[in-house]
């Protein structure tokens, strides 16, 4: 367990040290603005977005970031691209258990839904270092543990010779980095597709649409609305603010100490452990305590983004309240075999809840209200090569 926590420290800092390498985490990037400022469209109630002026979000850099999104060139055998494990239709998720890299290697987590991520604090299931998209995406691109787009040493400059002979990209970086020469760079390619991916907003789902007086909820989905925010089922203690879960930023919000949570999905033998090689929070910091510990994600578009947790072990949101409901799983066979419910990690917040099977679907039906049709269709979050997947 401690060779594996050091290996994955030693990981991430080699994929930093490759990115100071290459100009990538040693910020500000450049000094330009494109003269484009991007104009946020948020419901009434969104706070405005932190965006740090190293960064900014223009519309050049939003419209080069989205086609470099959906670029299969982008990886390192040209077979995949930052939307093959984040699609539209899914809520920008993939549909799978476990993501699956370009190399077919399977990551050991599932692929996290990029839904206004411009209000995120952090940007992994369980790595608080990462706490920008810029960071995060230097795991995606050149991470060799799991490969996931397959970018290296020995072939990125390859890559990026395919960008710099299409039709298109050169005026596309030129427009996006007007004040760099030479602007087709791995730096300036992370920092558009950060841009776009910092405007993926869903604000219209039924619930904000009943928040603004311009929906009604049916009878079991405002039950389960009062079941969640309330303090029988008392869902919203992790999963609360605009973005249904404990890591909240925007302007002006006050900084609270970054959460992560055991659920007791696992408890491996009865001493605690979750499956080696996925043992959240505790792979970066070593400690006991921190065993299963992840990242509370985004309710938003619930309903698209089956299969659930982490490891997509729970395969529906019948499921997923069930498990909470009983104040976690008890997994009875397999070298998995632990009672979840009795892990001496398990957060305190995860407690055994008495809830009629009515009840459980009642709050299932609130959480398909927060499905945003508007998100999954707008044409401007769209692939511009129209691959369907």
Same mark, same amino acid.
């Given at each position: 367990?401690?060779?594996?926590?050091?290996?994955?420290?030693?990981? $991430?800092?080699?994929?930093?040290?490759?990115?100071?390498?290459?100009?990538?985490?040693?910020?500000?990037?450049?000094?330009?603005?494109?003269?484009?400022?991007?104009?946020?469209? #948020?419901?009434?109630?969104?706070?405005?977005?932190?965006?740090?002026?190293? *960064?900014?979000?223009?519309?050049?850099?939003?419209?080069?970031?989205?086609?470099?999104?959906?670029?299969?060139?982008?990886?390192?055998?040209?077979?995949?691209?930052?939307?093959?494990?984040?699609?539209?239709?899914?809520?920008? *998720?993939?549909?799978?258990?476990?993501?699956?890299?370009?190399?077919?290697?399977?990551?050991?987590?599932?692929?996290?839904?990029?839904?206004?991520?411009?209000?995120?604090?952090?940007?992994?299931?369980?790595?608080?270092?990462?706490?920008?998209?810029?960071?995060?995406?230097?795991?995606?691109?050149?991470?060799?543990?799991?490969?996931?787009?397959?970018?290296?040493?020995?072939?990125?400059? $390859?890559?990026?010779?395919?960008? *710099?002979?299409?039709?298109?990209?050169?005026?596309?970086?030129? @427009?996006?980095?007007?004040?760099?020469?030479?602007?087709?760079?791995?730096?300036?390619?992370? #920092? &558009?597709?950060?841009?776009?991916? !910092?405007?993926?907003?869903?604000?219209?789902?039924?619930?904000? %649409?009943? #928040? =603004?007086?311009? $929906?009604?909820?049916?009878?079991?989905?405002? !039950?389960?609305?009062?079941?969640?925010?309330?303090?029988?089922?008392?869902?919203?203690?992790?999963?609360?603010?605009?973005?249904?879960?404990?890591?909240?930023?925007?302007?002006?919000?006050?900084?609270?100490?970054?959460?992560?949570?055991? *659920?007791?999905?696992?408890?491996?033998?009865?001493?605690?452990?979750?499956?080696?090689?996925?043992?959240?929070?505790?792979?970066?910091?070593?400690?006991?305590?921190? %065993?299963?510990?992840?990242?509370?994600?985004?309710?938003?578009?619930?309903?698209?983004? =089956?299969?659930?947790?982490?490891?997509?072990?729970?395969?529906?949101?019948?499921?997923?309240?069930?498990?909470?409901?009983?104040?976690? !799983?008890?997994?009875?066979?397999?070298?998995?075999?632990?009672?979840?419910?009795?892990?001496?990690?398990?957060?305190?917040?995860? $407690?055994?809840?008495?809830?009629?099977? @009515?009840?459980?679907? +009642?709050?299932? &039906?609130?959480?398909?209200?927060?499905?945003? +049709?508007?998100?999954?269709?707008?044409? @401007?979050?769209?692939?511009?090569?129209?691959?369907?997947?």
């Amino acid at each position: 367990w401690i060779r594996r926590a050091v290996a994955l420290v030693a990981t $991430a800092g080699a994929i930093l040290a490759f990115g100071r390498a290459l100009g990538l985490v040693s910020l500000p990037f450049g000094g330009d603005e494109s003269p484009t400022t991007w104009e946020w469209d #948020l419901a009434k109630d969104f706070p405005t977005p932190v965006v740090p002026t190293e *960064t900014p979000v223009t519309a050049e850099r939003v419209d080069l970031g989205r086609r470099l999104f959906y670029d299969d060139r982008l990886s390192g055998n040209g077979t995949v691209s930052c939307g093959s494990c984040h699609m539209q239709s899914k809520a920008f *998720t993939d549909g799978r258990a476990r993501a699956k890299g370009s190399t077919g290697e399977v990551h050991p987590r599932s692929a996290l839904a990029v839904i206004n991520i411009a209000f995120n604090r952090t940007f992994a299931w369980a790595n608080p270092s990462l706490t920008t998209p810029e960071k995060q995406m230097l795991v995606p691109l050149f991470g060799s543990n799991p490969v996931e787009m397959g970018v290296n040493d020995k072939n990125k400059d $390859a890559v990026l010779a395919r960008l *710099t002979t299409d039709d298109s990209y050169p005026a596309k970086f030129a @427009a996006a980095f007007p004040d760099e020469d030479a602007p087709i760079t791995w730096s300036n390619i992370i #920092l &558009a597709i950060s841009a776009f991916e !910092r405007t993926l907003i869903s604000d219209t789902s039924k619930y904000d %649409q009943y #928040l =603004a007086g311009t $929906a009604t909820l049916e009878p079991a989905e405002r !039950r389960g609305m009062d079941l969640f925010f309330g303090e029988r089922a008392e869902c919203h203690h992790c999963h609360s603010g605009i973005n249904f879960n404990n890591q909240l930023t925007y302007v002006g919000a006050p900084q609270q100490p970054l959460k992560f949570h055991n *659920t007791g999905l696992y408890n491996v033998g009865g001493t605690g452990a979750f499956p080696q090689g996925n043992t959240g929070l505790h792979e970066i910091t070593g400690l006991a305590d921190d %065993q299963g510990r992840f990242r509370v994600p985004t309710l938003r578009n619930i309903a698209l983004t =089956a299969p659930y947790m982490h490891d997509g072990t729970i395969t529906t949101l019948d499921g997923v309240v069930a498990f909470y409901a009983a104040g976690g !799983r008890n997994v009875t066979r397999g070298p998995n075999a632990g009672d979840g419910r009795a892990s001496p990690h398990k957060d305190p917040l995860i $407690a055994r809840i008495s809830l009629t099977p @009515a009840q459980q679907s +009642d709050i299932v &039906a609130f959480l398909r209200t927060l499905t945003d +049709d508007r998100f999954v269709t707008d044409p @401007a979050f769209s692939d511009p090569f129209g691959k369907v997947k």
